[in-house]
């Protein structure tokens, strides 16, 4: 994209590492033991002309939407925060409200890591109900198995905006295109569903990967979405253990310099504006 181009980092996270509360951090990814706050994201994002971006949450506490939203009010990049709050529990609204008026753009849980049937309880979808009334978003972060219980879980709530985190991870790594590929053409027939392409320099092997490697992944979202639904984001500082900030978008630049200019605008800014609403957040 040239360089006067807007770029909206749709995906990103910020922490303050500790190792109990990080416990997902394993071994091989010691290179992220530490903290990754506002100032460590500027000077990422100035390596890529990225100007502004989407903290989201790493630990299901309220403690840490919390201070996320105040790195916001701190870091004038951090567009808005997609945070986490008990969608099950049945004080859900009453939490939701005392964060009107802040930089929360949307929620989310982390899916992956629940047993199977998570998205079909009655007291979460209760909430995604009243998340809907809310106007607020909601990231769905799953593994590529959990691709059929999605779909199921999004026609419930038709007016609700998700977006689908790091493409639901396909088994990059292994080379496999299916049953990743037909599910998820599956769940982009709902139109109110998005996808971030973020993460998944991650789910291939670290050490070899290129932009061969992932094309035929990202032409199954591309195709799936189209323009009008993607948004590019980058999943550091998770990524650093693949990629360089600046790497990874220069991968997605090259991957769409085929695409007309309007379309590189909606995936690398414009969409991620409108789905968070963040020029109203702001």
Known sequence: MPSSSRR????????????????????EMAAIRRDFQGENLRIAMRTANVDAAIAVQARQSIEETEWLLDCAKKTPEIAGVVGWLPLAAENFPVLLSNLANTRLVGLRHIAQAEPDGFLDAPEFNRGITHLTASGLAYDLLIYERQLPEAIRFVDRHSQQRFVLDH?????????????????????????????????????ANWSVWNLDTLRPYLDVCAEAFGASRLLAGSDW??????TSYAQWWQTLDAYFAAFSMEEQQKIFSENAAGFYGIHTAR
């Open 237 to 242: 500082p998770v990524c650093l253990l693949a």
């Open 167 to 203: 493409a639901a991870k396909p088994r990059i790594a292994a080379g496999e295109l299916e049953p990743w590929a037909s599910n998820l053409r599956e769940l982009a027939l709902r139109p109110n569903v998005f996808c971030k392409l973020s993460g998944m320099v991650t789910e």
């Open 8 to 27: 909206i980092d749709a995906h990103h996270h910020l922490w303050k590492y500790d190792a109990q509360e990080f416990a997902w951090i394993t071994d």
